[in-house]
Structures are given as C-alpha cells and as structure tokens.
C-alpha cells in the first residue's frame, strides 16, 4: 500500500483515538456502577454527546464522514446520541441509590456495540478512499474513471450534452526534473493540478492518469464550449508560474487531446482517440490543444 497523505494518518488515528476514549468512557461507567462514585460532566450532562472527545471532534469533521456515507454519518450521531442518553439515565439511576432500568442498559450495550461497528466500517472507507487518490496531488486515480464515465456519458445522453475525454500532459516535464530534482518536479505537478482543480467547475472530475498526465471529464453543450473551456485551461496554466527556491519561478504549458465521446463508446476507445490526439498536440509544437476526429 503507498504510503497514505497526511490528513488520513490523522483522521484514523483520531478514529483509533475515538474508539479507545469510548473504552476508557465505559471503565468509568463501571466504577459509577460499583462504587457510585461520579462518572464525570461527559457522562451526566444532557448535552453529554457533544461533549466528549469524539462528539467533539465529530462534529467538526462530520464533512469528512458526509462525503463518504451520509447515511452512516447520520446513524452515527443518533447512535452515539442514545448511547449517552441511556448510560446518563443508568448512572443518574445508580448515583441516587436506584437500580437501573433494564431497557437503558440493553440500549446502551446496542448502541455501543453499533458504535464501535459503524466507526470500524468507516477506517475501512477512508483505507480504501486513500489508496485510490494520489497522495501528491489529491486527486482521484484513475479507479473510478470507468464509473464516472459511465454515469455522465448516461446523463449527457439524457440531457442531449456532449461529454469530452480530454487528457492532459505536462509539457517538457523531464527536462525540469532532470534540471531542478524530483521534489521540483512533484511540486510542479502539485501545482498543475491545483491550477486544474480551480479551472474546472465541481461537476467535472479530474483524476492524475500517471507521470505528468492527467484525465479530464468534460461536460458542455456544444463543440464551441468545449474549445472554449479547452482555451481557458491552456491560458490558466500558462500565466500561472510555479515559484521555487530563491525566488525563482517556472512558467510551465500544458498539452491536451480531446475527444468527443459517443454515446455508447466505451472508456478505452475514448482515451485511446484522446492519446492520439494529445500525441498530434505535442507533435505539432506543445502549448496546445486538439480534437480527435470522431
């Protein structure tokens, strides 16, 4: 497995962290239980499930667990709210001199164990997610292309659009890494794919192919739009300049092939006529863009 960016170490760690918290949470529940000593403000207050280290945190990264399964991420609030509602009921019970209710500690025994099943599901998503992004640009790799593909090239024969395949290949990208090192040449493909990312609307996907070569699905309504877009593209990598050390910058040009894709062409063939045409661009002196005849 590569090695995994940054923010994953992080929210698994934190997901570990939650799980562990939950534990030593539940040990405090048993000393309440058997010494009637008190659990803690965590553990007491109504408000409790947004108190605790993971509703905490959740809440601030609830996003994270948005885009992965919003449905799970709703079950895991409302899981992780009746855990606490009926422990705080036990241990309010059980402080007083009572015994508890039955029906509040099979809730709690349930939604714990829902709990802490829930997050294990999630650390195998954002283990899996990871390993299909590039941990140097962020973007998608080229796993899920077939997918998408499929999914928008149905929608654009539904709304009668057209859908371009358009690869993109960093221009005289040796010559830097051979000039300037690899770290150079890795902030450089960060940066194209960042000036990419901020060119392209939401709605259009964007995923590293391989080396310096990038994937674009491409949404529009007319062969002009997609010139167009094609222009802005060129344009936004061009007058944006990569800075490195001591001040100095790289002005960098990209080269693309576009392709019309049919309406039931399949992913392969598309690439394949937008390779060539990407090859025609680079032949014909780079900083360019062409169209594969269809």
């Keep these: 497995m590569p090695d995994l960016p940054a923010e994953t170490d992080a929210l698994v760690a934190e997901l570990d962290a939650a799980v562990e918290a939950h534990m030593d ?5 048993l000393r309440c239980a058997v010494l009637r000593s008190t659990p803690g403000d965590d553990v007491l207050d109504p408000m409790a499930h947004t108190l605790c280290r993971f509703g905490a945190w959740f809440t601030a990264n609830r996003g994270e667990f948005e885009a992965l399964d919003p449905a799970s991420a709703r079950r895991l609030e409302q899981v992780h709210q009746a855990m606490h509602d009926a422990i705080r009921s036990l241990c309010t019970q059980v402080m007083a001199g ?42 998608p790799l080229r796993y899920n292309v077939e997918s998408d593909f499929a ?44 000036t990419l990312k901020q ?20 949404k529009c309504k007319s062969p002009e739009e997609a010139r167009k877009s094609a222009r802005r593209i060129l344009a936004s990598v061009g007058t944006t ?6 001040g100095e910058t790289l002005r960098l040009t990209i080269t693309m092939g576009l392709a019309l894709a049919g309406e039931m062409e399949d992913l392969s063939s598309a690439i394949k006529r937008a390779d ?4 025609e661009g680079k032949q014909s002196g780079r900083n360019r863009y062409v169209i594969a005849e269809s």
């Design 241 to 246: 300049p990569v800075p490195i050390d001591n």
């Design 151 to 194: 999914l928008y090239q149905k929608e654009a024969r539904r709304n009668r659009s057209l859908l371009y395949v358009v690869m993109i290949d960093v221009d005289h990208f040796k010559p830097i890494n051979d000039t300037y090192g690899h770290q150079v040449g890795d902030q450089v493909l960060r940066h194209v794919a960042d």
């Design 98 to 139: 009572q015994p508890g209710v039955t029906g509040d500690l099979d809730q709690f025994e349930a939604s714990q164990a829902e709990l802490i099943n829930l997050l294990a599901n999630y650390k195998t998503l954002i283990l899996s997610n990871s390993v299909r992004h590039d941990p140097l640009t962020g973007l």
């Design 276 to 279: 060539m045409a990407l090859y």
């Design 199 to 218: 060119g392209l609307r939401a709605d259009e996907p964007l995923y590293r192919f391989g080396g310096e070569e990038f994937l674009w699905l491409l």
């Design 25 to 29: 949470w539940s040990r405090r529940i």
